[in-house]
């Protein structure tokens, strides 16, 4: 791998790893938070909330943002932007503040996260583009699991303004290496094949998704209330002028390569079921080891402790058998092993078995993300990777809010948390019908004949 790989790779690792933990350093804080600035629980939701809805509703235009003007500009920007921000939230004076800053370190988040992928996505050939999305997924659960720790670390050490320090100094570090190193394969960008930006369609998915974000992270706390209802009305109604109008624009957000292949389609599908039934499956399983097993919180992260080891391992072991098993198979044992995993769970009644229910869920998951990613990523032309990449964040946006507000609705018609999971593993089930819609093999002939098709050559 060349140094200018490198570079690509590490900076694409680093910042995916800097948003994963500040999304879960955070949770560990915001109970200090709280009490330090008088704030109330709903206004400190807020500081979530605020974050999510913004990221969301932004992250398919910062795609095409980068596929237009350059990812490495555009995550030059981001992450900079996302430092001096953090900053500022450490130095915040009131929780209003600090809702205000979160929303606006997501705009940055947002100009992040696609980047992210389309610098791989530029940087390396369709070939070689597994074990580079394998180790940001690596990367991403070694944040996840060490989140929990390090926030509780930080808090009680330094108070919860440290967790917000905490990433000024690798995005500035980031932001610095990606203004002065410029990699052969991120070529400048040009106005080819680019017309205009399509903005009302920006705002009309952005609409879309911040009404259903909305909506869904309101259902553990309020449950499905009239403003619910009215937000998720809202979201159709914006989700379906959104599909009136990509068909008859010149130049839509969502280009015919993208919207229109049924390989990236079936894996974003594949992708929100996965995402929605493991962290629906987190939430429920935090009541059913504390509640029901009388584990404490320490307990609780060690009983949970093999699913982010077999999330780490499993991701790179996912890219040798996408490269030797092609996408689809590749995928549907990800997904089995994903059900598997959380059919365990819901018979679990000691700690091996809550540990082994852990490890299927792990490794299910890592491999499922790694394959529906690189699908996503592989099989659309480089001029529309940032679209692509947003989607896909999109996608890992959603899905977690959807399986949370799905055990949380579950659990309040039946007999408790614990009922919802057999559900959730159907969910993943009726993924594998989706996964039947992924390529057999890597069909990067296809891939480069699009390319060459609707940018006059490739760009990576």
């Not at 955070?26 to 009490?35: D, E, S």
């Not at 979530?48 to 795609?63: K, M």
């Not at 929990?148 to 808090?155: A, C, E």
């Amino acid at each position: 791998m060349s140094a200018h790989r490198r570079v690509v790779l590490a900076s694409s690792v680093i910042g995916a790893v800097v948003v994963a933990l500040d999304g879960t350093v955070l949770t560990i804080a915001q109970p200090t938070l709280q009490r330090d600035l008088h704030a109330s629980f709903a206004e400190v939701q807020w500081t979530s909330t605020a974050y999510l809805i913004a990221v969301a509703s932004l992250l398919v235009f910062a795609g095409r943002l980068g596929d237009r003007y350059g990812h490495q500009r555009l995550f030059t920007i981001g992450v900079l932007g996302f430092g001096a921000v953090s900053a500022g939230i450490g130095f915040a004076s009131g929780v209003g503040w600090v809702i205000g800053l979160r929303a606006l370190q997501g705009v940055f988040g947002a100009l992040l996260q696609p980047a992210t992928l389309g610098m791989l996505r530029a940087a390396f050939p369709p070939d070689r583009l597994g074990m580079p999305i394998a180790l940001r997924t690596s990367a991403i659960g070694v944040a996840a699991a060490a989140g929990p720790l390090v926030g509780g670390v930080l808090v009680t050490q330094l108070g919860w303004r440290a967790v917000f320090f905490l990433n000024v100094v690798p995005a500035l570090v980031l932001g610095v290496l990606a203004s002065v190193v410029r990699a052969p394969g991120l070529r400048r960008p040009t106005e080819t094949g680019h017309g205009r930006l399509d903005l009302p369609g920006a705002a009309l998915l952005a609409i879309c998704l911040a009404c259903l974000v909305h909506a869904l992270v309101g259902v553990p706390e309020h449950g499905w209330t009239p403003s619910v209802m009215s937000a998720l009305t809202a979201a159709t109604g914006a989700g379906l002028l959104l599909l009136r109008h990509e068909r008859r624009t010149a130049d839509p957000l969502l280009p015919y390569d993208v919207l229109g292949s049924v390989a990236v389609g079936a894996a974003l599908g594949v992708l929100v079921a996965a995402s929605a039934a493991m962290f629906g499956t987190l939430f429920v399983a935090s009541y059913v080891l504390q509640d029901e097993l009388g584990m404490d919180p320490l307990r609780t992260s060690l009983a949970a402790l093999p699913g982010g080891v077999a999330m780490v391992l499993g991701a790179p072991s996912a890219a040798v058998l996408l490269r030797r098993c092609g996408p689809r198979r590749t995928t549907v044992t990800g997904l089995v092993l994903l059900a598997l995993g959380v059919s365990v769970l819901f018979r679990a009644a000691g700690a091996v078995w809550v540990g082994g229910g852990f490890l299927l869920l792990g490794a299910g998951f890592a491999t499922v993300m790694v394959t529906a990613t690189a699908v996503v990523v592989r099989q659309v032309p480089a001029g529309s990777a940032g679209v692509a990449g947003g989607l896909q964040q999109t996608a890992m946006n959603v899905g977690p809010v959807l399986g949370v507000a799905t055990a949380t609705t579950l659990a309040t018609v039946t007999d408790g948390p614990r009922t919802a999971l057999p559900v959730l593993a159907g969910v993943v089930l009726l993924a594998v019908l989706a996964a039947r819609k992924l390529p057999v093999v890597d069909d990067r002939g296809a891939t480069s004949a699009r390319s060459l098709r609707h940018h006059g050559g490739l760009r990576a």
